[in-house]
Protein backbone atom coordinates (compact mmCIF):
# COMPACT_ATOMS: atom_id res chain seq x y z
CA UNK A 1 0.00 0.00 0.00
CA UNK A 2 1.41 3.15 -1.04
CA UNK A 3 -1.49 5.35 1.24
CA UNK A 4 1.05 5.89 4.12
CA UNK A 5 3.28 7.63 1.69
CA UNK A 6 0.35 9.82 0.87
CA UNK A 7 0.02 12.04 3.72
CA UNK A 8 -3.98 12.93 3.80
CA UNK A 9 -5.08 16.42 4.96
CA UNK A 10 -5.97 16.60 8.30
CA UNK A 11 -10.02 16.77 9.27
CA UNK A 12 -10.04 19.55 11.64
CA UNK A 13 -7.09 22.27 12.34
CA UNK A 14 -6.50 22.50 16.05
CA UNK A 15 -6.72 26.16 17.46
CA UNK A 16 -3.69 27.64 17.83
CA UNK A 17 -3.19 30.05 20.81
CA UNK A 18 -4.36 33.26 19.53
CA UNK A 19 -7.61 30.57 18.40
CA UNK A 20 -8.25 29.92 21.87
CA UNK A 21 -7.62 33.06 22.90
CA UNK A 22 -9.96 34.34 21.22
CA UNK A 23 -13.10 31.84 22.09
CA UNK A 24 -12.47 33.09 25.56
CA UNK A 25 -12.55 36.46 25.09
CA UNK A 26 -16.24 35.62 22.67
CA UNK A 27 -17.18 33.73 25.65
CA UNK A 28 -16.59 36.69 27.78
CA UNK A 29 -18.20 38.86 25.80
CA UNK A 30 -21.42 37.44 25.34
CA UNK A 31 -21.49 36.46 28.89
CA UNK A 32 -20.58 40.55 29.79
CA UNK A 33 -23.63 41.76 27.14
CA UNK A 34 -26.12 39.11 28.68
CA UNK A 35 -25.78 41.16 32.02
CA UNK A 36 -26.01 44.55 30.54
CA UNK A 37 -29.08 43.56 29.00
CA UNK A 38 -30.14 42.71 32.41
CA UNK A 39 -30.49 39.06 32.31
CA UNK A 40 -32.75 38.15 34.98
CA UNK A 41 -34.45 34.63 36.10
CA UNK A 42 -36.41 35.68 38.48
CA UNK A 43 -38.80 37.92 35.97
CA UNK A 44 -37.99 35.74 33.44
CA UNK A 45 -40.22 33.16 35.78
CA UNK A 46 -42.73 35.55 36.42
CA UNK A 47 -43.62 36.70 33.10
CA UNK A 48 -45.80 33.66 31.75
CA UNK A 49 -48.64 34.26 33.46
CA UNK A 50 -48.60 37.88 32.40
CA UNK A 51 -48.19 36.85 28.91
CA UNK A 52 -51.19 34.76 29.98
CA UNK A 53 -53.33 37.89 31.03
CA UNK A 54 -52.39 39.68 27.94
CA UNK A 55 -53.48 37.48 25.75
CA UNK A 56 -56.67 36.37 27.37
CA UNK A 57 -57.57 40.05 27.30
CA UNK A 58 -56.53 40.16 23.52
CA UNK A 59 -58.56 37.11 22.59
CA UNK A 60 -60.30 36.90 20.17
CA UNK A 61 -59.11 39.62 18.24
CA UNK A 62 -61.48 42.57 17.88
CA UNK A 63 -63.66 42.40 14.57
CA UNK A 64 -65.69 46.03 14.94
CA UNK A 65 -63.01 47.80 13.39
CA UNK A 66 -61.71 45.41 10.48
CA UNK A 67 -62.48 47.95 7.67
CA UNK A 68 -60.53 50.73 8.23
CA UNK A 69 -57.68 48.61 9.35
CA UNK A 70 -57.82 46.83 6.14
CA UNK A 71 -57.73 50.53 4.93
CA UNK A 72 -54.62 51.42 7.00
CA UNK A 73 -52.71 47.97 6.00
CA UNK A 74 -53.53 49.12 2.47
CA UNK A 75 -51.98 52.67 2.82
CA UNK A 76 -49.15 50.60 4.56
CA UNK A 77 -48.61 48.39 1.14
CA UNK A 78 -48.85 51.77 -0.96
CA UNK A 79 -46.46 53.63 1.48
CA UNK A 80 -44.16 50.09 1.07
CA UNK A 81 -44.27 49.55 -2.87
CA UNK A 82 -43.83 53.20 -3.42
CA UNK A 83 -40.88 53.67 -1.65
CA UNK A 84 -39.22 50.61 -2.26
CA UNK A 85 -39.76 51.30 -6.36
CA UNK A 86 -38.33 54.67 -5.94
CA UNK A 87 -35.22 53.57 -3.86
CA UNK A 88 -34.91 50.25 -6.24
CA UNK A 89 -34.82 52.82 -9.02
CA UNK A 90 -32.51 55.36 -7.65
CA UNK A 91 -30.26 52.64 -6.46
CA UNK A 92 -28.78 51.22 -10.06
CA UNK A 93 -27.01 54.75 -10.57
CA UNK A 94 -25.99 54.90 -7.37
CA UNK A 95 -24.30 51.13 -7.43
CA UNK A 96 -22.82 51.80 -10.53
CA UNK A 97 -20.57 53.86 -8.97
CA UNK A 98 -20.18 51.41 -5.62
CA UNK A 99 -19.19 48.95 -7.46
CA UNK A 100 -15.80 47.94 -7.63
CA UNK A 101 -14.16 47.80 -11.41
CA UNK A 102 -17.14 48.70 -13.22
CA UNK A 103 -17.41 52.38 -14.07
CA UNK A 104 -15.42 54.79 -12.03
CA UNK A 105 -12.17 54.45 -9.42
CA UNK A 106 -11.47 53.02 -6.51
CA UNK A 107 -11.43 56.20 -4.08
CA UNK A 108 -15.28 56.75 -5.75
CA UNK A 109 -16.42 53.23 -4.61
CA UNK A 110 -14.86 53.53 -1.32
CA UNK A 111 -16.87 57.06 -0.76
CA UNK A 112 -20.00 55.78 -2.14
CA UNK A 113 -19.90 52.45 -0.37
CA UNK A 114 -18.92 54.64 3.36
CA UNK A 115 -22.32 56.58 2.57
CA UNK A 116 -24.52 53.51 1.79
CA UNK A 117 -23.22 52.05 5.22
CA UNK A 118 -24.34 55.57 6.82
CA UNK A 119 -27.33 55.07 5.14
CA UNK A 120 -28.05 51.33 6.54
CA UNK A 121 -26.64 52.09 9.64
CA UNK A 122 -29.54 54.91 10.66
CA UNK A 123 -32.48 52.47 11.67
CA UNK A 124 -35.91 53.00 9.59
CA UNK A 125 -37.71 54.45 12.51
CA UNK A 126 -34.99 57.10 12.69
CA UNK A 127 -35.31 57.83 9.02
CA UNK A 128 -38.84 58.08 9.49
CA UNK A 129 -38.46 60.35 12.51
CA UNK A 130 -36.17 62.89 10.54
CA UNK A 131 -38.48 62.67 7.47
CA UNK A 132 -42.12 63.85 9.95
CA UNK A 133 -39.93 66.38 10.80
CA UNK A 134 -38.65 67.76 7.00
CA UNK A 135 -42.00 67.07 5.31
CA UNK A 136 -44.77 66.59 8.33
CA UNK A 137 -46.88 63.79 9.81
CA UNK A 138 -48.24 61.36 7.17
CA UNK A 139 -47.45 58.71 5.16
CA UNK A 140 -45.50 60.90 2.69
CA UNK A 141 -43.02 60.99 5.66
CA UNK A 142 -43.09 57.22 5.84
CA UNK A 143 -42.47 56.72 2.20
CA UNK A 144 -39.28 59.19 2.00
CA UNK A 145 -37.91 56.89 5.06
CA UNK A 146 -38.70 53.21 3.03
CA UNK A 147 -37.13 54.84 0.04
CA UNK A 148 -33.82 55.64 1.43
CA UNK A 149 -33.64 52.84 3.57
CA UNK A 150 -34.49 50.49 0.43
CA UNK A 151 -31.46 52.47 -1.28
CA UNK A 152 -28.96 51.86 1.57
CA UNK A 153 -30.15 47.86 1.02
CA UNK A 154 -30.34 47.82 -2.72
CA UNK A 155 -27.34 49.87 -3.66
CA UNK A 156 -25.29 48.38 -1.84
CA UNK A 157 -26.16 44.52 -2.70
CA UNK A 158 -26.47 45.75 -6.76
CA UNK A 159 -22.98 46.71 -6.33
CA UNK A 160 -22.22 43.16 -5.07
CA UNK A 161 -24.49 41.73 -7.81
CA UNK A 162 -22.36 43.40 -10.42
CA UNK A 163 -19.12 42.67 -8.61
CA UNK A 164 -19.86 39.20 -9.03
CA UNK A 165 -20.60 38.45 -12.62
CA UNK A 166 -18.15 36.75 -14.26
CA UNK A 167 -15.38 39.18 -15.85
CA UNK A 168 -15.28 37.37 -19.07
CA UNK A 169 -17.52 39.44 -21.05
CA UNK A 170 -16.59 42.82 -19.73
CA UNK A 171 -12.72 41.92 -20.52
CA UNK A 172 -13.78 40.85 -24.59
CA UNK A 173 -15.40 44.20 -24.70
CA UNK A 174 -12.74 46.14 -23.03
CA UNK A 175 -10.38 44.16 -26.15
CA UNK A 176 -12.95 45.91 -28.87
CA UNK A 177 -12.10 48.85 -27.47
CA UNK A 178 -15.87 49.62 -25.48
CA UNK A 179 -16.60 52.27 -23.15
CA UNK A 180 -16.63 51.69 -19.28
CA UNK A 181 -20.71 52.87 -19.48
CA UNK A 182 -20.93 50.97 -22.74
CA UNK A 183 -19.45 48.02 -21.37
CA UNK A 184 -21.52 48.25 -18.06
CA UNK A 185 -24.80 48.42 -19.87
CA UNK A 186 -24.32 46.17 -22.23
CA UNK A 187 -22.30 42.88 -20.51
CA UNK A 188 -22.44 43.69 -16.98
CA UNK A 189 -26.09 44.39 -16.16
CA UNK A 190 -27.46 41.73 -18.14
CA UNK A 191 -25.64 39.21 -16.69
CA UNK A 192 -26.43 40.47 -13.20
CA UNK A 193 -30.01 41.22 -13.60
CA UNK A 194 -31.06 38.01 -12.03
CA UNK A 195 -29.94 38.80 -9.14
CA UNK A 196 -31.08 42.46 -9.35
CA UNK A 197 -34.38 41.07 -9.54
CA UNK A 198 -34.11 38.69 -6.65
CA UNK A 199 -32.63 41.50 -4.20
CA UNK A 200 -35.38 44.02 -5.43
CA UNK A 201 -37.98 41.24 -3.69
CA UNK A 202 -35.63 41.40 -0.71
CA UNK A 203 -35.92 45.04 -0.83
CA UNK A 204 -39.70 44.79 -1.43
CA UNK A 205 -40.23 42.34 1.60
CA UNK A 206 -37.76 44.55 3.88
CA UNK A 207 -40.16 47.78 3.16
CA UNK A 208 -43.16 45.96 3.79
CA UNK A 209 -41.87 45.14 7.18
CA UNK A 210 -40.55 48.92 8.11
CA UNK A 211 -43.84 50.09 6.83
CA UNK A 212 -45.98 48.11 9.11
CA UNK A 213 -44.26 49.62 12.56
CA UNK A 214 -43.50 53.83 10.89
CA UNK A 215 -46.77 54.49 12.54
CA UNK A 216 -45.59 54.49 15.91
CA UNK A 217 -44.13 57.64 14.70
CA UNK A 218 -46.50 58.89 13.10
CA UNK A 219 -44.95 58.42 9.79
CA UNK A 220 -48.14 56.35 8.15
CA UNK A 221 -49.88 53.15 7.74
CA UNK A 222 -51.10 50.76 10.26
CA UNK A 223 -48.26 51.25 13.25
CA UNK A 224 -50.49 53.72 14.56
CA UNK A 225 -53.28 51.14 15.08
CA UNK A 226 -50.76 48.79 17.14
CA UNK A 227 -49.97 52.26 19.24
CA UNK A 228 -53.14 53.46 20.02
CA UNK A 229 -54.35 49.78 20.91
CA UNK A 230 -51.84 49.53 23.43
CA UNK A 231 -51.98 52.65 24.80
CA UNK A 232 -55.83 52.55 24.89
CA UNK A 233 -55.32 48.94 26.71
CA UNK A 234 -57.54 48.11 23.48
CA UNK A 235 -56.05 44.74 23.20
CA UNK A 236 -58.33 42.87 20.98
CA UNK A 237 -57.57 45.90 18.62
CA UNK A 238 -53.52 45.42 18.79
CA UNK A 239 -53.74 41.58 18.34
CA UNK A 240 -55.75 42.05 15.30
CA UNK A 241 -53.41 44.61 13.88
CA UNK A 242 -50.60 41.80 14.52
CA UNK A 243 -52.42 39.19 13.21
CA UNK A 244 -52.68 41.39 10.29
CA UNK A 245 -49.18 42.48 9.60
CA UNK A 246 -47.97 38.70 10.33
CA UNK A 247 -50.23 37.59 7.45
CA UNK A 248 -49.33 40.34 5.11
CA UNK A 249 -45.76 40.00 5.65
CA UNK A 250 -45.65 35.85 5.45
CA UNK A 251 -47.90 36.68 2.21
CA UNK A 252 -45.32 39.29 0.67
CA UNK A 253 -42.54 36.79 1.75
CA UNK A 254 -44.10 33.62 -0.06
CA UNK A 255 -45.08 35.92 -3.09
CA UNK A 256 -41.37 36.85 -3.14
CA UNK A 257 -39.95 33.29 -3.02
CA UNK A 258 -42.41 32.13 -5.85
CA UNK A 259 -41.80 35.02 -8.10
CA UNK A 260 -37.43 34.67 -7.57
CA UNK A 261 -37.81 30.92 -8.07
CA UNK A 262 -40.00 31.62 -11.40
CA UNK A 263 -37.08 34.71 -12.74
CA UNK A 264 -33.97 32.77 -11.43
CA UNK A 265 -34.96 29.28 -12.43
CA UNK A 266 -34.11 26.61 -10.20
CA UNK A 267 -30.45 25.77 -8.31
CA UNK A 268 -28.77 29.27 -9.99
CA UNK B 1 9.93 47.06 -45.95
CA UNK B 2 8.18 44.88 -43.79
CA UNK B 3 5.85 46.34 -41.10
CA UNK B 4 6.22 45.80 -37.43
CA UNK B 5 2.83 44.87 -35.97
CA UNK B 6 3.66 43.46 -32.55
CA UNK B 7 7.13 43.86 -30.77
CA UNK B 8 7.25 42.66 -27.46
CA UNK B 9 10.86 43.24 -25.98
CA UNK B 10 11.88 41.74 -22.76
CA UNK B 11 8.25 40.78 -21.55
CA UNK B 12 8.39 38.92 -17.60
CA UNK B 13 5.20 38.58 -15.95
CA UNK B 14 4.09 36.23 -12.45
CA UNK B 15 1.16 36.46 -10.56
CA UNK B 16 1.52 37.04 -6.73
CA UNK B 17 3.97 34.68 -5.26
CA UNK B 18 3.58 32.09 -8.08
CA UNK B 19 6.50 30.88 -10.37
CA UNK B 20 6.72 33.86 -13.30
CA UNK B 21 5.02 32.87 -16.35
CA UNK B 22 7.76 34.53 -18.28
CA UNK B 23 11.03 35.07 -17.37
CA UNK B 24 11.94 37.64 -20.73
CA UNK B 25 10.19 37.01 -24.13
CA UNK B 26 11.65 38.89 -27.06
CA UNK B 27 9.76 38.52 -30.64
CA UNK B 28 8.01 40.27 -33.00
CA UNK B 29 5.13 39.41 -35.90
CA UNK B 30 5.18 41.43 -39.37
CA UNK B 31 2.14 42.92 -40.76
CA UNK B 32 0.19 39.77 -42.73
CA UNK B 33 1.48 37.04 -40.87
CA UNK B 34 -0.18 34.07 -39.61
CA UNK B 35 1.43 33.23 -36.29
CA UNK B 36 1.16 30.04 -34.27
CA UNK B 37 1.78 30.35 -30.79
CA UNK B 38 2.12 26.51 -29.19
CA UNK B 39 3.25 25.52 -25.67
CA UNK B 40 1.91 23.10 -23.06
CA UNK B 41 -1.19 23.66 -20.79
CA UNK B 42 -0.30 26.42 -18.47
CA UNK B 43 2.86 27.69 -20.39
CA UNK B 44 1.05 31.26 -20.40
CA UNK B 45 -0.27 31.23 -23.94
CA UNK B 46 -3.74 33.36 -22.67
CA UNK B 47 -1.68 35.45 -20.59
CA UNK B 48 0.55 36.59 -23.00
CA UNK B 49 -2.51 37.15 -25.63
CA UNK B 50 -3.58 39.28 -22.64
CA UNK B 51 -0.47 41.20 -22.43
CA UNK B 52 -0.50 41.66 -25.94
CA UNK B 53 -3.79 43.56 -26.42
CA UNK B 54 -2.82 45.16 -22.37
CA UNK B 55 -5.55 43.70 -21.13
CA UNK B 56 -3.26 43.15 -18.31
CA UNK B 57 0.27 44.85 -17.79
CA UNK B 58 3.25 42.91 -18.18
CA UNK B 59 6.12 43.39 -14.60
CA UNK B 60 8.61 44.59 -16.96
CA UNK B 61 8.90 44.71 -20.89
CA UNK B 62 7.04 46.56 -23.94
CA UNK B 63 5.11 45.69 -26.16
CA UNK B 64 4.38 47.87 -29.44
CA UNK B 65 1.50 47.22 -30.53
CA UNK B 66 0.70 48.76 -34.45
CA UNK B 67 3.08 51.30 -33.58
CA UNK B 68 1.58 51.99 -30.29
CA UNK B 69 2.23 51.47 -26.59
CA UNK B 70 -0.22 50.66 -24.68
CA UNK B 71 1.09 51.58 -21.50
CA UNK B 72 2.10 55.10 -22.83
CA UNK B 73 -1.45 55.77 -24.12
CA UNK B 74 -4.07 57.68 -22.55
CA UNK B 75 -7.99 56.05 -22.30
CA UNK B 76 -9.47 57.23 -25.24
CA UNK B 77 -6.00 56.59 -27.74
CA UNK B 78 -6.32 52.99 -25.76
CA UNK B 79 -9.72 52.78 -27.16
CA UNK B 80 -8.89 53.72 -30.38
CA UNK B 81 -6.13 51.24 -30.95
CA UNK B 82 -8.21 48.65 -29.38
CA UNK B 83 -11.33 48.82 -32.03
CA UNK B 84 -8.72 47.78 -34.24
CA UNK B 85 -7.56 44.54 -32.84
CA UNK B 86 -9.88 41.66 -32.49
CA UNK B 87 -9.92 39.28 -29.42
CA UNK B 88 -11.60 35.47 -29.48
CA UNK B 89 -11.08 34.49 -26.21
CA UNK B 90 -10.61 30.86 -24.80
CA UNK B 91 -13.29 30.90 -22.51
CA UNK B 92 -16.04 32.52 -25.32
CA UNK B 93 -17.15 35.39 -22.94
CA UNK B 94 -20.40 35.95 -24.49
CA UNK B 95 -22.95 38.37 -22.60
CA UNK B 96 -25.18 35.05 -21.62
CA UNK B 97 -28.43 36.78 -21.39
CA UNK B 98 -28.18 38.91 -24.70
CA UNK B 99 -29.30 37.02 -27.85
CA UNK B 100 -26.29 36.16 -29.98
CA UNK B 101 -27.50 39.15 -32.64
CA UNK B 102 -27.12 41.38 -29.48
CA UNK B 103 -23.58 40.05 -28.81
CA UNK B 104 -22.37 40.53 -32.39
CA UNK B 105 -23.07 43.57 -32.17
CA UNK B 106 -21.14 44.37 -29.44
CA UNK B 107 -18.64 43.91 -31.38
CA UNK B 108 -18.97 48.06 -32.59
CA UNK B 109 -18.73 49.27 -29.55
CA UNK B 110 -15.10 50.00 -29.85
CA UNK B 111 -15.76 52.41 -32.56
CA UNK B 112 -19.68 53.33 -31.40
CA UNK B 113 -20.68 54.18 -27.68
CA UNK B 114 -24.56 54.74 -26.73
CA UNK B 115 -27.91 52.84 -26.40
CA UNK B 116 -27.97 52.13 -29.64
CA UNK B 117 -25.17 48.91 -29.97
CA UNK B 118 -26.73 47.79 -26.37
CA UNK B 119 -28.95 45.33 -28.05
CA UNK B 120 -30.15 44.32 -31.48
CA UNK B 121 -33.01 45.77 -31.39
CA UNK B 122 -32.22 49.61 -30.81
CA UNK B 123 -29.09 49.11 -33.26
CA UNK B 124 -29.21 51.10 -36.79
CA UNK B 125 -30.08 48.90 -39.52
CA UNK B 126 -26.25 48.84 -40.97
CA UNK B 127 -25.21 47.13 -38.34
CA UNK B 128 -27.63 44.67 -37.85
CA UNK B 129 -27.25 44.01 -41.33
CA UNK B 130 -23.36 43.59 -41.10
CA UNK B 131 -23.43 41.53 -37.89
CA UNK B 132 -25.57 39.32 -39.86
CA UNK B 133 -22.79 38.99 -43.01
CA UNK B 134 -20.66 37.98 -40.11
CA UNK B 135 -23.00 34.96 -38.61
CA UNK B 136 -23.60 34.04 -41.99
CA UNK B 137 -19.88 33.77 -42.44
CA UNK B 138 -19.80 31.54 -39.80
CA UNK B 139 -22.79 30.08 -40.64
CA UNK B 140 -25.16 30.85 -37.56
CA UNK B 141 -27.30 33.07 -39.07
CA UNK B 142 -30.21 31.15 -38.37
CA UNK B 143 -29.76 31.24 -34.19
CA UNK B 144 -29.28 34.61 -34.53
CA UNK B 145 -32.40 35.74 -32.42
CA UNK B 146 -31.11 32.64 -29.52
CA UNK B 147 -30.35 33.33 -26.29
CA UNK B 148 -26.57 32.77 -26.05
CA UNK B 149 -26.05 30.80 -23.11
CA UNK B 150 -28.46 28.14 -24.91
CA UNK B 151 -25.91 28.02 -27.58
CA UNK B 152 -23.84 24.66 -27.85
CA UNK B 153 -19.79 25.19 -26.76
CA UNK B 154 -18.80 24.98 -30.82
CA UNK B 155 -21.72 27.85 -31.50
CA UNK B 156 -20.60 29.54 -28.76
CA UNK B 157 -17.16 29.73 -30.13
CA UNK B 158 -18.09 30.93 -33.79
CA UNK B 159 -20.45 34.09 -31.92
CA UNK B 160 -17.28 34.63 -30.34
CA UNK B 161 -15.28 34.66 -33.64
CA UNK B 162 -17.99 36.74 -35.75
CA UNK B 163 -18.10 39.38 -32.84
CA UNK B 164 -14.21 39.93 -33.30
CA UNK B 165 -14.96 40.01 -37.02
CA UNK B 166 -17.45 42.29 -37.10
CA UNK B 167 -15.88 45.40 -37.13
CA UNK B 168 -12.83 44.30 -39.53
CA UNK B 169 -9.58 44.19 -36.84
CA UNK B 170 -6.28 44.73 -38.42
CA UNK B 171 -4.87 42.70 -35.88
CA UNK B 172 -6.83 39.48 -34.89
CA UNK B 173 -6.18 37.30 -31.69
CA UNK B 174 -7.21 33.83 -31.07
CA UNK B 175 -7.13 31.96 -27.98
CA UNK B 176 -7.74 28.14 -29.41
CA UNK B 177 -10.48 29.43 -31.71
CA UNK B 178 -11.11 25.53 -32.66
CA UNK B 179 -10.85 24.02 -29.43
CA UNK B 180 -14.75 23.03 -29.41
CA UNK B 181 -15.86 23.25 -32.82
CA UNK B 182 -15.62 19.54 -34.67
CA UNK B 183 -13.12 18.57 -37.26
CA UNK B 184 -15.33 20.31 -39.98
CA UNK B 185 -15.86 23.43 -38.57
CA UNK B 186 -12.65 23.96 -37.44
CA UNK B 187 -10.84 23.43 -41.22
CA UNK B 188 -13.71 25.82 -41.90
CA UNK B 189 -12.96 28.44 -39.02
CA UNK B 190 -8.93 28.66 -39.84
CA UNK B 191 -9.99 28.30 -43.50
CA UNK B 192 -11.74 31.81 -42.83
CA UNK B 193 -8.66 33.06 -41.16
CA UNK B 194 -6.73 32.44 -43.94
CA UNK B 195 -8.77 34.16 -46.29
CA UNK B 196 -8.50 37.45 -44.22
CA UNK B 197 -5.15 36.93 -43.93
CA UNK B 198 -4.69 36.69 -47.56
CA UNK B 199 -7.23 38.96 -48.86
CA UNK B 200 -7.65 41.76 -46.54
CA UNK B 201 -3.55 41.65 -45.11
CA UNK B 202 -4.99 41.24 -41.34
CA UNK B 203 -2.39 40.14 -38.68
CA UNK B 204 -3.58 36.58 -36.77
CA UNK B 205 -1.80 35.35 -33.95
CA UNK B 206 -3.84 32.50 -32.61
CA UNK B 207 -3.10 29.51 -30.41
CA UNK B 208 -3.50 25.75 -30.75
CA UNK B 209 -3.07 22.54 -29.09
CA UNK B 210 -3.78 20.69 -32.65
CA UNK B 211 -0.30 20.14 -34.19
CA UNK B 212 -1.58 19.83 -37.47
CA UNK B 213 -3.16 23.21 -37.70
CA UNK B 214 -0.18 25.32 -36.13
CA UNK B 215 1.77 23.57 -38.83
CA UNK B 216 0.03 23.86 -41.88
CA UNK B 217 -2.40 27.10 -41.11
CA UNK B 218 0.60 29.12 -39.37
CA UNK B 219 3.43 30.98 -41.58
CA UNK B 220 5.20 30.79 -38.08
CA UNK B 221 4.78 28.90 -35.15
CA UNK B 222 5.83 30.37 -31.50
CA UNK B 223 6.33 27.54 -28.79
CA UNK B 224 6.81 28.62 -25.38
CA UNK B 225 8.09 26.43 -22.82
CA UNK B 226 9.60 27.22 -19.33
CA UNK B 227 8.57 30.69 -19.46
CA UNK B 228 10.91 31.11 -22.66
CA UNK B 229 10.51 30.88 -26.09
CA UNK B 230 12.04 27.73 -27.61
CA UNK B 231 10.68 27.62 -31.34
CA UNK B 232 10.84 31.28 -33.42
CA UNK B 233 10.67 29.99 -36.90
CA UNK B 234 8.65 29.56 -40.20
CA UNK B 235 6.48 26.43 -40.08
CA UNK B 236 8.16 24.92 -42.64
CA UNK B 237 11.13 24.84 -40.93
CA UNK B 238 9.90 23.15 -37.46
CA UNK B 239 9.76 19.54 -37.89
CA UNK B 240 7.29 17.38 -35.90
CA UNK B 241 10.25 16.37 -33.51
CA UNK B 242 10.52 19.55 -32.15
CA UNK B 243 6.79 20.23 -31.33
CA UNK B 244 6.67 16.79 -29.38
CA UNK B 245 9.54 18.17 -27.56
CA UNK B 246 7.52 20.82 -26.60
CA UNK B 247 4.94 18.77 -24.80
CA UNK B 248 7.25 16.42 -23.22
N1 LIG C 1 -5.48 35.70 -13.17
C1 LIG C 1 -4.55 34.81 -12.77
N2 LIG C 1 -4.14 34.77 -11.49
C2 LIG C 1 -3.20 33.90 -11.08
N3 LIG C 1 -2.60 33.01 -11.89
C3 LIG C 1 -2.96 32.99 -13.19
C4 LIG C 1 -3.96 33.88 -13.70
N4 LIG C 1 -4.10 33.64 -15.02
C5 LIG C 1 -3.27 32.64 -15.30
N5 LIG C 1 -2.57 32.24 -14.22
C6 LIG C 1 -1.53 31.20 -14.17
O1 LIG C 1 -0.58 31.51 -15.17
C7 LIG C 1 -0.16 30.34 -15.84
C8 LIG C 1 -0.40 30.51 -17.33
O2 LIG C 1 -1.80 30.49 -17.59
P1 LIG C 1 -2.39 30.63 -19.05
O3 LIG C 1 -3.87 30.63 -18.96
O4 LIG C 1 -1.75 31.77 -19.73
O5 LIG C 1 -1.88 29.26 -19.71
P2 LIG C 1 -2.17 28.68 -21.16
O6 LIG C 1 -0.86 28.49 -21.80
O7 LIG C 1 -3.15 29.53 -21.87
O8 LIG C 1 -2.79 27.27 -20.84
P3 LIG C 1 -3.92 26.43 -21.63
O9 LIG C 1 -3.22 25.68 -22.71
O10 LIG C 1 -4.43 25.48 -20.60
O11 LIG C 1 -4.94 27.38 -22.12
C9 LIG C 1 -0.93 29.19 -15.23
O12 LIG C 1 -0.08 28.56 -14.31
C10 LIG C 1 -2.08 29.83 -14.52
O13 LIG C 1 -2.42 29.10 -13.36
MG1 LIG D 1 -5.05 29.31 -22.49
Keep these: MDSSARTLPHRFNRPGGIGFVSYVIVAFAILWSLEGAGWSVDRLLSSPPKLADFFSRAWPPSTHNLERLAWKMVETLQIAVAGAAIGIVLSLPIALLAARGVLVGRGVNLVVRIILGFIRAVPDLAWALVFVVAVGLGPFAGMLAIAIDTIGFCGRFFADD ?59 GIGIELKVGFDLFDYPTAMTVILMIAVVVIGVEQIGAVLRQKIIGPGR | MQVIDLQANGLCKRFGKAAPVFLGLDFSIRQGDCVALVGANGTGKSTLLRCCLGLIAPDAGRISLLGMTMADLGPAARRDLRARTG ?52 GLADLALRRADQLSGGQSQRVAIARALVCNPRFLVADEPCASLDPQAGEEVMALFMTLVKREGVTVLFTSHNVQHALSYGDRILGLQGGRIAIDAPSADVTPLEMAKLYG
Design chain 2, 87 to 138: LVGQKHNLVPRLSVLSNVIHGFLGRHSGPRYWVHSLAPAWARAAAMTALEKV
Design chain 1, 162 to 220: MENTDPGPAEALTATGARRIDIAASAVIPAALPAFVSTSLFGLEKAVRASTILGLVGAG
